[in-house]
């Protein structure tokens, strides 16, 4: 047999004297299917080539970890001799690594594995790739958000003395627009990045498991995989509403991609997502109504976050129907009837004559992978149950982003995806902590928050206080005549580190990521307060909130401590 040479540079972790070094080349050399070998301990690395007809990458890195206390951290280079195709591994569609989903996660997770020479297939089925976030979440909502505050800056002043003389909106630009930003950014975001792996095989197609290590694609090729990962995502859950799947309704992949105004919109759920596409389209001059079963919008945040919120958005016209529970739809003519329970316990018909718009949450995409034939542990939410180390009940099937119990977010998704892969293949591993994780709802004001609210800090049995300065005590926010909100923090009485923070004010994200490694680090109040912050920026507000907790300052000059 033809010996089919390859060779892999490999970073090794506990290499201390020439003694290690020639440990390892030992051991590597007594390895059948090794050809050479040659390993530094002062540069921490190994060289190793290998006859791709008896080894592969993997196998490699499994020898170089079990010699002694020794571990690879990455593999830095890979050279290839002679013949080898990631497509037809081992004369099969054998792989080191299956990803299955193409977003975030799944794309990070490849980068990962290319990083440190792994032979990966990507299986992507539904959305293109670049998944949610690229396609039909992030980028397109955030770049109709802003679209949208441009507009509504046109016609709104906060100055007496500045008189706006109105805005034109070319609606079907506006989304043509939005679609070259997605096209563009998915290519250069995602494509191009791996467009020179060579390890990297990706395919458009429906995965379904027959065993642990074996997927069957579209119903006719099997891929073999020492590990998969588990990156499918999630989409909108449709809820089981009489009348609904006749009407015609919408969602934001839809929604996002109608060119023509629409007359109006009612949208189902008032979360984040739901509260995004309202105040956008509204202010791009569509009639918005917002139908929530719950008491108030955003739920999950404390009332008097989603008071601040409520107000302004009726305020700039957005109909909102708290408590009420859409029971029936049905078509009349060009218009929907939305058959409701009041929170009296009455009934009552609504007449939306533009779209349906469904916002009410989302559902983790597990249902076409097979998820029976391998008996993977879910949630009771149907969501992919997996460990801070990404690690699920099946020992080589790994799991990250939405499709998984975790934080709902592309970043998080990301983190999850690279250290999957960390962790399937390596002895080292690590954990994903959320404590600190920032997180932004970009309504106008924004709502931003970050460790526990007072809520989340009292059933943990913490013991806390509360500071909450309203923005009409900043400068920045008295300068630009617009002091909607609050900061509020929430500090650890006894060690007076700070533990949470929730911001609803304009462009209140930007002061999140501060706030978050502040509590990630174990920073104090008192450092918080002492601080040196820019005069007449917003995150002075920072300052001024922790100064509250002691002191009143409405009675402090400018700039005091």
């Known amino acids: 047999m033809t010996v089919n040479k390859e060779t892999v540079t490999l970073k090794i972790n506990g290499m201390t004297c020439t003694g290690c070094s020639s440990h390892i080349e030992k051991d590597l050399n007594a390895t059948e299917g090794i050809v050479s070998t040659f390993v530094n301990h002062e540069t921490g690395e190994g060289k190793f080539i290998f006859d791709t007809n008896k080894l592969s990458n993997q196998d490699v890195i499994n020898a170089v970890n079990k010699v002694g206390h020794y571990s690879v951290v990455e593999a830095i280079e890979k050279e290839d001799c002679c013949v080898t195709n990631a497509k037809d591994y081992d004369g099969k569609n054998q792989f080191d690594l299956i990803v299955i989903g193409g977003g975030s996660a799944a794309f990070s997770a490849a980068i990962k594995a290319e990083s440190i020479g792994l032979t990966t297939l990507m299986v992507n089925g539904g959305l293109d790739f670049g998944g949610t976030c690229v396609n039909v979440g992030c980028v397109p909502s955030k770049n109709l958000i802003r679209a949208a505050e441009t507009a509504y800056q046109a016609t709104h002043s906060n100055f007496k003395g500045i008189k706006p003389k109105g805005v034109e909106i070319d609606f079907t630009q506006v989304i043509k627009d939005k679609k070259t930003l997605v096209t563009t950014l998915q290519q250069h975001k995602y494509l191009d990045v791996v467009s020179d792996f060579k390890n990297l095989t990706m395919l458009k197609g429906w995965a379904e498991f027959v065993d642990n ?15 998969i990962i588990i990156a499918t995502g999630a989409t909108t859950n449709i809820p ?114 533009g779209h349906i718009v469904v916002a009410t949450g989302t559902k983790p995409n597990t249902s076409k992978l097979g998820l029976e034939n391998i008996e993977l542990n879910l949630t009771d939410k149907g969501h992919i149950l997996v460990n801070e180390k990404m690690e699920t009940n099946i020992s080589n ?48 004001p924004q709502i931003a928050g970050a460790g526990m609210d007072e809520v989340e800090a009292e059933k943990s049995g913490i013991p806390f206080e509360v500071s909450k300065l309203d923005l009409i005590h900043v400068p920045r926010a008295l300068a630009a005549q617009d002091t909607r909100g609050f ?64 002191k009143d300052v409405s009675k402090l000059s400018c700039c005091a401590s």
């Open 213 to 227: 290590k074996t997927i069957l694609v579209n119903g006719k090729d099997t891929y073999i995989a020492t590990n």
């Open 240 to 353: 089981n509403i009489e009348g609904l799947n006749k009407v015609g309704y919408l969602t934001n992949v839809s929604l996002f991609d109608l060119e023509e105004k629409p007359k109006s919109l009612t949208i189902m759920g008032a979360g984040y997502i739901g509260l995004e596409i309202a105040m956008a389209y509204n202010r791009l001059g569509v009639k918005v109504r917002i139908i929530e079963f719950t008491d108030r919008p955003l739920r999950s945040q404390t009332q008097d976050i989603t008071d601040v919120l409520e107000e302004l958005m009726k305020s700039e016209g957005i109909e909102i129907l708290p408590n009420f529970r859409a029971i029936k739809f049905e078509k009349d003519g060009n218009n929907t009837i939305i058959y409701c329970k009041c929170p009296d316990g009455s009934t009552t018909q609504i007449i939306e004559e």
């Open 397 to 444: 099937i790994y799991a990250g982003g939405d499709v998984t119990n975790t934080p709902p977010f592309v970043y998080t998704a990301a983190k999850e995806g690279s250290t999957a892969v960390n962790n399937a293949f390596s002895l080292a591993k690590n954990r994903v902590d959320y404590t600190s994780l920032p997180w932004v709802v970009f309504t106008d």
């Open 487 to 550: 900061i509020k923090l929430i500090r650890n009485t006894e060690t007076d580190k700070l533990i949470g923070a929730r911001v609803i004010a304009p462009e209140g994200g930007e002061l999140i990521q501060q706030l978050s490694m502040a509590i990630k680090f174990g920073i104090t109040v008192k450092d918080l307060a002492e601080s040196f912050y820019p005069y007449l920026t917003l995150g002075e507000g920072i300052k001024l909130a922790a100064i509250t907790f002691g």
